[in-house]
């Protein structure tokens, strides 16, 4: 089983690697963002959350440019804490959140560094960071996917939102059910690029309010384009609608979604709620 009330099969994995090749075409390479430090990069993933990049990047030089070391970050009082981090939002939360994560590793290691994490297996690192206060499997998984290189899948709102309209996840599946669903369904290979790919077509094209389905690389492949679309998605080709000329789902042998046009409707209007793990 890969999730609660779906089963990974043959077809499944067909579907992804055909998502990952369009994507591909569609964006060219799927660079992941820079490998940091491990404690950098997990006090850099508390600040991203619930705010834009543009945002979390500011919040974060800030935060540094006031604090240098970790120590004197860790030392420091939360009102100070929050006052640098304000640009991100949610200043006096993360401040508290940032504060306990380093008092836990400090307690723990008896100094704050992480870079045994590059040498430890996924498992270790995983429960590790699990078990800090306020850490959830978004921020585990961004740890090991961009700071460690290991094969992760970090679930955003984007990812969230288009992996459940692509048919990968259950429609009320969780953000944090979303990452077992798919870390089982996706090939750590692909598990990446597929994330920066999703991100940036739940940027720019799966959007929350109304998908831009007919420029949609990936439509012929989603249960949901029909809704949008006003009938069946033939195959795409260079990113043009063949309407008709295939069924959907036809490149991986995959049918549309259960309930009609309906209930299609219903499933693309629901929005995820932001992970803040």
Not at 16 to 40: N, Q
Not at 105 to 125: F, K, N, Q, Y
Not at 159 to 171: A, C, E, M
Request: with cysteine.
């Amino acid at each position: 089983m890969s999730g609660p009330g779906r089963v990974a099969g043959p077809a499944d994995g067909r579907r992804v690697r055909a998502i990952h090749r369009r994507l591909l075409r569609l964006y060219g390479a799927l660079e992941p963002p820079r490998r940091t430090d491990p404690l950098e990069e997990l006090v850099f993933t508390v600040l991203s959350q619930n705010t834009s990049d543009a945002n979390s990047s500011r919040a974060y030089a800030s935060l540094r440019e006031r604090f240098p070391t970790w120590e004197e970050l860790a030392a420091a009082r939360p009102e100070d804490v929050a006052d640098a981090i304000r640009v991100g939002g949610l200043a006096r939360i993360k401040a508290a959140r940032i504060l306990a994560i380093l008092g836990e590793i400090r307690r723990r290691e008896g100094r704050l560094d992480l870079s045994w994490m590059r040498r430890a297996p996924d498992e270790e690192v995983r429960a590790y960071l699990s078990s800090l206060p306020g850490v959830g499997p978004k921020t585990v998984a961004v740890v090991l996917a961009f700071s460690l290189g290991r094969p992760a899948m970090p679930v955003d709102t984007h990812v969230h939102r288009v992996s459940r309209r692509l048919g990968l996840i259950p429609p009320r599946a969780s953000a944090e059910a979303a990452h077992g669903i798919l870390e089982e369904l996706v090939p750590p290979e692909l598990r990446v690029e597929l994330h920066v790919g999703l991100i940036r077509l739940g940027r720019e094209v799966c959007v929350s309010r109304r998908p831009r389905c007919e420029a949609c690389p990936l439509a012929d492949l989603c249960p949901t384009a029909p809704a949008y679309l006003g009938g069946p998605v033939g195959r795409r080709r260079g990113g043009a609608d063949t309407r008709g000329s295939r069924s959907p789902g036809a490149e991986t042998g995959g049918s549309p979604p259960p309930g009609g046009r309906r209930a299609g409707r219903r499933a693309a209007a629901r929005r995820p709620s932001s992970s803040s793990g």
